[in-house]
């Protein structure tokens, strides 16, 4: 199992940038394909970004693409989000995930959730 807490959300301008971490407990945070996932008030959740075990491949939401980096530091147990150019759409709930699927763009993919942290973008 592996315990997952994020920080660093926040509020912002819009055009501005905030970076997100997620803190995963345990050794064997490698072996875990990890994602960001958001929720807004009143929607579904929603897939954001995934990266692979070892951090040479990632995936976005075509929403985030050119705006949002997700990268890991597999030695501190720690998975991040930078999201630059932020726009009030962008507001939401931000949660990381773990998952042992080597392909996971889906929520039921993942199968540890921290527990959120706030994002919101003002105008």
């Known amino acids: 199992q592996v315990q997952l807490v994020e920080s660093g959300g926040g509020l912002v301008q819009a055009g501005g940038s905030l970076r997100l971490s997620c803190a995963a407990s345990?050794?064997?945070?490698?072996?875990?394909?990890m994602g960001w996932f958001r929720q807004a008030p009143g929607k579904e959740r929603e897939f954001v970004a995934t990266i692979s075990r070892s951090g040479g491949s990632t995936y976005y939401t075509d929403s985030v693409k050119g705006r949002f980096t997700i990268s890991r530091d597999n030695a501190k147990n720690m998975v991040y989000l930078q999201m630059n150019s932020l726009k009030p759409e962008d507001t939401a709930v931000y949660s990381c995930a773990a998952t042992l699927n080597i392909i996971a763009t889906m929520e039921g993919d993942y199968e540890y959730w921290g527990q959120g942290t706030q994002v919101t973008v003002s105008s």
């Open positions: 345990g050794r064997t945070f490698g072996s875990y394909v």
